[in-house]
């Protein structure tokens, strides 16, 4: 097994899981804990957050690192 499987097993593993703990949160705790709504929330209560985010991981990842589709 590559590095390149490894890394799409563990992606894979960490995307099942927070789907299993959003029904989870849905069933157990209801529809307010579920991950949409609490990202939902957090973006209109910080709007500038939400820009400063993505500058800082989009654009200075991009800047500092060289990544680029191939």
């Not at 959003?22 to 949409?36: E, Q, R």
């Amino acid at each position: 097994m590559g590095a390149k499987a490894i890394t799409v097993a563990i992606l894979g593993c960490f995307f099942f899981a927070l789907i299993f703990y959003d029904i989870y949160a849905l069933t157990v705790w209801g529809v307010d804990t579920t991950i949409s709504v609490v990202i939902n929330e957090w973006a209109f209560a910080h709007p500038g957050m939400n820009f400063f985010a993505g500058a800082i991981f989009g654009g200075l990842f991009v800047h500092f690192f060289g990544w680029k589709p191939k």
